[in-house]
């Protein structure tokens, strides 16, 4: 089975993209370096700059609006982010009705934040939750996808896992290490967030 | 200035309910005792169980599937949560326009969850991350609203806030102490949540 490489380890540590929990990919193929409809949005493309390594797919157009399926946060020793994983709809409606495997189409969205504490909402906490801490996003880090597609992307378990920063995707490098960390979860089809109660 | 009382910080402490970058509010006037139209699920309404006391505002149809305002962390000495924020569309438009004060009909919702260390994760993390902690949403805590109607609720600084666990709104107590919480906003007309960089 691949393993994430040091190489990719050095990028995740200073960039915080890939984590289990988020998504990542192995480079088995180039045959699915073709664009998906659904994730065309206008003016990109395969072959265009704004496109991922490997898939081809370029940034889902109004991924910000999509639905909840959870949120969460991850720590290493180089990292520490606020994250909230959305999907489009036909992914809510898979994780709602516990569909698996998920229906082509289907996208996840995982967004990523540095974790930071803020002050405005302790500074009001302090007088009635002595020693209240609250931490909200901070700047930006990175989003990445889960794009199902069963035929164009089935040497990666049916999903192509495109990353961007700043609206750029990431290298090559970076793009062949996230499948491999999303094998474990092969059962529940390659995605690690489960949905939310609702509270 | 109404400060959260005694009591209400047990209420918290015991519940995680309210906090500042929650919503709360104190009890002013039974005037505002009305149900917004915007926030009338079939079934519910003024005078109904499901209606919360002071503002009579039942649990507004289809929050879950609102669109992201921001995520976070509150921690206290009794609480540990994960957060996210959502905005209905109206909401959503004046955060993006940097709308102030929000117009009526703009709804927000706070749904909050136990913080707790995902085990599944970290066994996958650990490999290429080591010493990873990843949290993620235990059992649902509460949702709380904050429904704007600048006439309705004018002594509350034209917010509602509802506060409902389970289903079933918090009770007279708990109502009387979020308002207070939101003072030191009200800049940003009682709002302490920033809208999240898109990454």
Tied chains: 1, 2.
Excluded at 20 to 47: D, F, H, N, R
Excluded at 93 to 99: C, I, M, R, S
Excluded at 103 to 116: Q, S
């Amino acid at each position: 089975m691949l393993r994430p490489s040091a190489r990719a380890l050095r990028y995740f540590g200073a960039s915080g993209s890939c984590a289990a929990i988020a998504l990542c990919t192995a480079y088995v193929t180039s045959s699915a370096a073709q664009s998906s409809k659904e994730s065309q949005p206008a003016g990109g493309g395969a072959g265009s700059s704004n496109a991922s390594p490997i898939y081809g797919v370029t940034i889902p157009a109004g991924y910000r609006d999509w639905k909840v399926i959870s949120v969460g946060r991850l720590r290493t020793d180089k990292i520490n982010q606020l994250r909230v994983q959305l999907g489009n709809d036909i992914a809510i409606k898979a994780f709602k009705e516990g569909q698996l495997p998920f229906p082509d189409g289907a996208t996840i969205a995982a967004l990523h934040w540095t974790y930071v504490p803020s002050e405005e909402n302790d500074k009001v906490l302090a007088g009635a939750f002595p020693g209240a801490q609250s931490f909200v996003p901070g700047s930006a880090v990175n989003v990445q996808f889960m794009v199902k597609d069963s035929k164009k992307f089935a040497s990666t378990g049916g999903w192509g896992f495109p990353d961007f920063k700043a609206g750029k995707p990431g290298d090559k490098a970076l793009h062949e290490t996230c499948y491999p960390c999303h094998e474990p979860a092969k059962a529940r089809d390659f995605v690690f967030a489960h949905y939310a109660p609702t509270p």
